[in-house]
């Protein structure tokens, strides 16, 4: 086990229903109202925060999107936002 790796655990009730420990939930990030998502992988489950989870998902599906649209450099990206900015005032 790595060294900020720790071992905690919570009962399930008669519903299914468990209280993330307050630990748990300081490493997650995650508070009242927010949610998990977790992640089956055999018979291991893995619960992440959704919100930073989506986001991860996210750039994973949009890594190299910017090399394949020819997007180099910030000038690129610069240039095609301001071409972007224009088509909009024009419409």
Known sequence: MS???F????KVMAKGQI????DVR???GVSSGDRVTFIVEGNTVRIVNSAVYAM???QQEMAGEAERAGLSTEDDVM???SELRN????V
């Open 26 to 28: 300081d490493v997650l």
């Open 7 to 10: 071992v905690d655990n919570a």
């Open 87 to 90: 088509e909009d005032e024009k």
């Open 3 to 5: 060294a900020n790796a």
């Open 79 to 81: 240039a095609l936002v």
């Open 56 to 58: 991860q998902i996210l």
């Open 19 to 22: 209280t993330i420990p307050k």
